[in-house]
């Protein structure tokens, strides 16, 4: 992946280490070079008593070098374990979600915490990665600690038959592949409504099937160039809420796409995408 570029969020809390740790992994299997950018939002200081907007205060020169030294701890400590990785350290001004999302716009992946309370603030899922999973430019990992989870944890994807699926199938085989995790490769449908209701009658059992064989089909060229993953492929009857929660329940991580095929809900994110960012407790990938 020459010329490929992954930019980390990164605030000097536990949840950015795991983050910057899955970063720089990720970057030594894909030979992208790192931007580890910490977003630095200074206060406006107001007059007391007063309506009329303050001009920000930016830091001074001791400051910058201070958070300088940080950054240069964390990427010192991280590429102890990652020697290879090329990587930079960018200082921005301003709105964590802008900068990181202008910086998305170059880079083949973003990578942030899950949920953080450091030097960035209030970064948690639904403020800073939230949003930047809906509206970044790029591919966006959003890395969480996995409550529960086993050694053979799978990794859980999403597929259905909108136009991300095969970006999302081959992200997905490729972490599978690097990490020796099973693949378990979910596809949720609904049923028409009930015959009383005056829809004829269904046979679910024949649809189930065809649904089957035709997320088979989907990953198979996928399965061909990378044989070794232990692959699971189910058509489950449900909301795609429910079933991609609960098989995600005890996975490592959980590949989809921004939306599906059922259009929108909020800009710039399906409404099953969304949910899933909120409710599952595992690193999450969301593939543009």
Same mark, same amino acid.
């Given at each position: 992946m020459s010329g490929a570029r992954i930019v980390i969020g990164y605030d000097g809390s536990q949840d950015a280490q795991r983050a910057l740790r899955w970063?720089?992994?990720?970057? !030594?299997?894909?030979?992208? @070079? /790192?931007?580890?950018?910490?977003?630095? $939002?200074? &206060?406006?200081?107001?007059?007391? !008593?007063?309506?009329? &907007? *303050?001009?920000?205060?930016?830091?001074?020169?001791?400051? +910058?070098k201070e958070l300088e030294a940080m950054l240069a701890e964390a990427l010192a400590r991280v $590429?102890? +374990?990652?020697? !290879?990785?090329?990587? %930079?350290?960018?200082?921005? %001004?301003?709105? &964590?979600?802008? =900068?990181? $999302?202008?910086?998305?716009?170059?880079?083949?992946?973003?990578? #942030?915490?899950?949920?953080? %309370? *450091?030097?960035? *603030?209030?970064?948690?899922?639904?403020?800073?990665? *939230?949003?930047?999973? !809906? %509206?970044?430019?790029?591919? #966006? =990992?959003? #890395?969480? @600690?996995? /409550?529960?989870?086993?050694?053979?944890?799978?990794?859980?994807?999403?597929?259905?038959?909108?136009?991300?699926?095969? $970006?999302?199938?081959?992200?997905?085989?490729?972490?599978?592949?690097?990490?020796?995790?099973?693949?378990? =490769?979910?596809?949720?449908?609904m049923p028409p409504p009930d015959p009383w209701i005056g829809a004829p009658d269904i046979d679910r059992e024949e649809i189930s099937t065809a649904e089957l064989a035709a997320v088979r089909e989907q990953v198979s060229a996928w399965h061909r160039k990378y044989p070794t993953v232990e692959l699971t492929v189910e058509a489950i009857v449900g909301h795609p809420y429910r079933v991609i929660a609960e098989a995600a329940a005890r996975s490592r991580m959980v590949v989809l796409g921004t939306r599906g095929k059922g259009g929108f809900s909020l800009p710039g994110l399906g409404s099953v995408t969304r949910y899933v960012l909120h409710h599952v407790h595992a690193t999450i990938a969301v593939i543009r």
């Open positions: 970063g720089f992994r990720e970057a !030594a299997r894909t030979g992208a @070079e /790192v931007d580890m950018v910490f977003v630095w $939002r200074w &206060p406006d200081y107001l007059p007391a !008593a007063t309506m009329i &907007p *303050g001009t920000p205060v930016w830091p001074d020169l001791t400051a +910058e $590429r102890a +374990e990652f020697p !290879a990785v090329t990587a %930079h350290t960018v200082i921005g %001004h301003g709105s &964590p979600t802008s =900068v990181l $999302r202008d910086l998305s716009d170059s880079a083949s992946l973003l990578v #942030v915490g899950g949920r953080s %309370h *450091g030097l960035l *603030g209030d970064f948690w899922l639904g403020s800073v990665p *939230g949003a930047l999973a !809906a %509206h970044a430019l790029c591919s #966006v =990992v959003v #890395v969480r @600690e996995a /409550v529960g989870e086993s050694a053979d944890a799978p990794i859980v994807v999403a597929l259905d038959s909108s136009v991300q699926a095969d $970006r999302v199938a081959e992200f997905a085989f490729e972490q599978a592949a690097a990490s020796g995790a099973p693949l378990r =490769v979910v596809r949720a449908w």
